[in-house]
């Protein structure tokens, strides 16, 4: 159960960077002017190697320890982003997500669970969140996930959350044959 955790969280970390990296990189191009090329002395020009940019999450914990920085440490040079995590112990993530988020300080990518994305609905309506379902065609994994799900999720025909994905397996009835007690003859 912890393995599988583990692997959700890390999926579900992963889906996210991956989402808003590619946001930014499109918000960045559309409104580029030519700022990443610089003239030198003898008038050629060249680009800079760009700084990695920040993203800030806030996510929940469910072990006493953070997660290794290694992992951590080969998302950031893959997707060439410096993130800054907020880890919270899951006992109190809400309290500090409703915190958060009344003081304007809430970080770039959250995990909301379906309690608070009801609560959230009217600032998503106040546009305080961004859309996210215009970028997911662009991304390979994203555009594979289920369309169904995604529509359930739309607040007026906008997307602004992904799923956090559950196997299927998981729906059905599992016992244990050694628990069932039958009663013949009665």
């Keep these: 159960m912890k393995r599988f955790k583990k692997i959700a969280f890390l999926c579900m970390l992963l889906i996210g960077l ?4 590619g946001c930014n990189d499109k918000d960045a191009s559309g409104t580029k002017n030519n700022d990443s090329e610089t003239s030198s002395d003898n008038g050629e020009s060249s680009s800079n190697d760009e700084e990695p940019a920040t993203i800030s999450l806030m996510l929940n914990l469910h072990t006493p320890e953070v997660p290794n920085d290694r992992v951590i440490k080969v ?22 997500l409703n915190t958060a988020f009344s003081t304007n300080t809430l970080a ?3 995990l909301v669970k379906t309690a608070q994305f009801i609560q959230f609905k009217e600032a998503i309506r106040d546009e305080q969140f961004w859309e996210i379902g215009l970028y997911l065609d662009e991304f390979e994994n994203l555009s594979q996930l289920r369309e169904d799900t995604l529509e359930n999720q739309k607040i007026d025909d ?3 959350s992904l799923y956090m994905g559950r196997p299927l397996s998981r729906h059905g009835i599992i016992y244990r044959k050694d628990w069932v007690v039958w009663e013949v003859g009665s």
């Design 18 to 21: 991956v989402l808003f990296v």
């Design 75 to 96: 998302m950031e040079e893959q997707a060439n982003v410096k993130l800054d995590i907020d880890w919270v112990s899951d006992n109190n993530y809400e309290e500090r």
């Design 108 to 110: 770039q990518v959250i």
């Design 158 to 160: 906008k997307l602004y």
